[in-house]
């Protein structure tokens, strides 16, 4: 039982380039969610999905597209990245949707230069 | 809009000591009030939640947090600090159903031996 996998778990990019960051969970979870951490900004919520098929955006997702492939795999593409979007990335899945707790990938440390 | 206010940005206890760690929030409604802690280099890790019912909650590790609505906060306490909780701590208010969750900025324990 593996929880929440995250790949990969470092990238440098250069400004302009795209990427995606895998997640999967395998935990039979229905929401999954991926955010950023910034020093002293806390996580802020860059997109989200309650169930299989749906999608929404979170507190900061400009610069961001997301993907449900599946129940268990939700991905995070940067089209054409910044160095804005240096920063800590988590993949995260619950059972249901804010009632219950969250579990946590180990993260992906992205540099954009 | 929710919000949570996590007011200390680093909190020092010595080893063997009580720790409180503070947390208030803002939100309309009943709220599903949360704790994580974080190791570096690491995801987030769930330590315990607040739904309803007793006002103290008991969690992972020997930590609790006590739930006050009038003042509207959520403490995070351990009666016995270890160096091994030395950690960054984040208090998360939801509305439950398919509301998001919202994280306060975090706060850094240190625990000195």
């Known amino acids: 039982n593996a929880g929440v996998t995250q790949t990969p778990k470092f990238q440098v990019l250069k400004t302009g380039q795209s990427m995606t960051l895998q997640c999967a969970q395998d935990?039979?979870?229905?929401?999954m969610y991926w955010y950023r951490q910034d020093p002293g900004m806390g996580l802020r919520l860059i997109y989200y999905s309650a169930s299989e098929g749906t999608t929404d955006k979170g507190e900061v997702p400009n610069g961001y597209n997301v993907s449900r492939l599946n129940k268990r795999e939700f991905s995070l593409r940067l089209e054409s990245a910044a160095p804005s979007q240096t920063s800590v990335y988590f993949c995260a899945s619950s059972e249901g949707g804010g009632g219950y707790e969250q579990y946590f990938g180990p993260g992906t440390r992205l540099t954009v230069t | 809009a929710q919000s949570v206010a996590q007011p200390e940005d680093q909190v020092n206890v010595a080893e063997g000591n009580p720790l409180t760690v503070k947390c208030t929030y803002s939100?309309?409604?009943?709220?599903?009030l949360f704790w994580y802690v974080q190791y570096p280099n690491r995801g987030l890790q769930f330590l315990l939640k607040?739904?309803?019912?007793?006002?103290l909650v008991k969690g992972s590790y020997g930590f609790e947090a006590e739930f006050n609505k009038s003042q509207t906060s959520f403490h995070l306490k351990k009666p016995s600090a270890l160096v091994s909780d030395s950690a960054l701590y984040f208090c998360?208010?939801?509305?439950?159903?398919?509301?998001?969750?919202?994280f306060g900025t975090g706060t850094k324990l240190q625990v000195i031996p």
């Open positions: 998360a208010v939801s509305l439950g159903g398919y509301q998001k969750v919202t």
């Open positions: 935990m039979n979870h229905n929401s």
């Open positions: 939100v309309s409604g009943n709220p599903y």
């Open positions: 607040y739904i309803t019912g007793d006002n």
